[in-house]
């Protein structure tokens, strides 16, 4: 059968991305003192071709992530996945990206029982000109209480869930855990969510709110000290949007810096 | 050419349904003691199918819409929409459904500023044997505070947006405006939602949230008893869905009556 | 601590639905002929409130189904999961939701090469009156092409993803398996889709859609036949939504039976 | 009433964005030739905030946007509202961005009946140390024929629906219009769609996609050159994503050049 992809291209355009969206595939994610947790991941793959090929060879993809769904992975050694992509394609960069519901056993801060949360995590690899760089991403659910409101009225405050997105980039022979970075995240905000929470918990994440009252701005700038503080850590984004109960819109505030 | 649709088909299935759906385009709605105004709607419409036949003409139904498209709606008066399609169509029943969002300029409570603010709105027409219904549907975001994180802590209470969504169905010589149904709803919950509030009005929705604390079933409860009082409607659908900012998910309440 | 979703209500309201939504709990599912598989899932689980009760016990919820999502299930016997609900929340009926993404290996046509595959899959439970009823929700991704365009076309026809989504209802003592129902959904199409195809698999599913043209219309007519002709099934719904590749809308197609 | 916001700040972050996001409101959009039309927009808007301020003043975003709401704009003198907004919260730097679905009146090729379609557009403004930069984008529904598919098979290839998204930027004192970029867009396509087909022009869309069959890194190229060439733009970013109608995932190229 002809190879349609292999013919040659004259309209002189070097393609800096070609590649697969929105494929579902199960993955397994090596936990912090645990055992490794099956994930549903959505991935998105995608490297350079030169400007003398008419097209990249889509179902390789596939072949290659279908090899990594059953590895056990910390997050930052899907190098090994780019890296056989890159090869598999004969490209000459490439970027491999997995999102993904990570559960957490969270415990209510009072009665302490236990029930699963959920975090969009992302792992992403990007390789150019032989640099490898890693990715990871997780966003936080968390409470925040407006000190405005609180300072202005004789009762109450409003308060509402928000995101905390943060990305992360450290060394390939460094290792950031989801669930430490899920507690920087958490302790930067007017209060954690949880899934369980009983009359005692719910006493106490009000009054701890309540006493902790952060604006985006605040609890984005606390992100950013601990970031910049982070031994580890050299590359970071961190975005809060709270879905403020007093509107329909969101309040945000974004930052992104490289030590 | 070959009319395939009208191909006798063997299979002895009546459609129920079958139309398209995800169709945008523009309408003209007009407003309660105001001029009209253009909103940008999807629609979803479609008629059953005698079991003799193979297929249905889909673009028939464009070309209905596309007609009706610089109508000035009620609303209920969509019923010449829906009466057309079932002609140009040759069918026996049909339904015309259009999701938009409806903007209406909302004043903070004490400043008396205006910005707009946008609700979910649905004008939808059923024809079953020659029988007519329309549903109005809105969905109006709100503030809900929580009362029992009140009555336990000593200070604050979780509060959150919540969305209430109703819909409505009255006789085709009746009308109900969007305006007046928001405002039934919004009456129902902690304290309605602005687009623009300064200082004076932040204090002011805090301390009345605050003071009027809802459950979800408090919501619902107060939006039925409205509703069963309601002079003109006469069938209603209502849920209530807060955002807890406690937690990552929702508390919702639910009910459908007809009198 | 006081209990305040005790307290009596006067609004004389018998509250059919209140609980909670877009819950993420991880879940067991047991595969055909195979081991179980970990499942990402979405719960929303609620039950009735007589009028007399303020509010319900949303905690409750998240304890019963965190017990559940130890459990390796079939999906007929979530049963189990909602009576433990209705029990603890004290109530008449309930109801419980899991939507979740579910992987099969799918071998391509030809090269007989094997990649997974997602299915959006749901257990459904309901309980009104002692009753019991179990819906299991499927929806296959499927490529139909056009009868009209082949039809009335010199060279080509336009053909496009569709998906089918099929709910199916059946006794408490029979198993109707998620692989099953996906194999005869995906016979109704033109085509069935599949995440790895090389050339020659490429080939078979572009020449086998050419061969076997199908509307929305007659999608939902074979499985509507098939699921008559179902041995356990004793209920269904089935709509089909074809994306169009000619349109930036869909054709869409809906039925609904009972034996 | 205290100014919260206006305290000091002591952590040494100087935020690079904070605003609101999700906020609709109507704008007035110019059309090429013809009249304006009133669209559904939603804003994102942000500003620089120094270390030294504890936060900015969320209300004075939406004071701006409500007066713009009025305006009739061609969306490079968006810099008109972006200005406004950086001096009313003393900022250093700032962005705007509205996305709103922007109809055109789409002649069927061959039958010449018209009907709306919708294309989701954003007009964006940025502004940094006193340079504005203006972004507009349009995402067009196209259909896309596989060359591979046609070539290896008997009969037929396969086609969907795909979306070509693209960012231009050019200097304030030029003018693309949206009509004229969707045009050079659709040009490269394997066919345009419609919202409106009588048989007649689906026998013409169908021969016309199959005879001009093309990757997405065909699509994504011709884009390219096209804008390479463009007299006015000087900087552009070009996406293609095709719902692929063998799989369940999307094939996907992607482009950024600044002349």
């Not at 800096?16 to 494929?23: A, N, W, Y």
């Not at 009072?110 to 690899?125: E, Q, W």
């Not at 700038?221 to 970031?227: E, F, G, I, S, T």
């Amino acid at each position: 059968m002809k190879d349609i992809q292999n013919l040659k291209d004259e309209r002189n355009v070097d393609i800096q991305k070609v590649g697969i969206k929105h494929l579902d595939m199960p993955l397994i994610v090596q936990r912090k003192n645990s055992t490794n947790q099956v994930v549903s991941a959505q991935a998105k793959v995608n490297v350079s071709l030169p400007k003398d090929y008419k097209g990249t060879h889509m179902s390789r993809f596939v072949e290659v992530l279908t090899e990594w769904q059953h590895k056990n992975l910390l997050g930052v050694d899907i190098k090994g996945c780019l890296e056989q992509i890159i090869k598999r394609l004969d490209a000459q960069n490439g970027e491999v990206e997995f999102k993904f519901k990570y559960f957490i056993d969270k415990e209510s801060p009072v009665t302490k029982l236990k029930a699963p949360m959920s975090f969009d995590c992302i792992f992403k690899g990007l390789m150019y000109d032989g640099i490898y760089k890693f990715v990871l991403g997780v966003e936080v659910p968390v409470t925040t209480l407006c000190p405005c409101s609180k300072e202005i009225s004789e009762n109450g405050a409003h308060n509402q869930r928000a995101f905390i997105r943060v990305r992360v980039s450290y060394d390939e022979d460094k290792q950031v855990w989801i669930e430490d970075l899920i507690d920087i995240v958490e302790s930067c905000a007017s209060c954690p969510v949880y899934p369980l929470l009983k009359r005692q918990d719910e006493k106490f994440v009000t009054e701890k709110a309540y006493s902790n009252p952060k604006f985006v701005e605040d609890v984005l700038r606390d992100v950013v000290v601990m970031l910049r503080n982070h031994e580890i850590v050299n590359e970071f984004e961190v975005e809060c949007e709270a879905f403020e109960s007093i509107h329909n819109h969101s309040a945000w505030a974004y930052q992104a810096e490289t030590k």
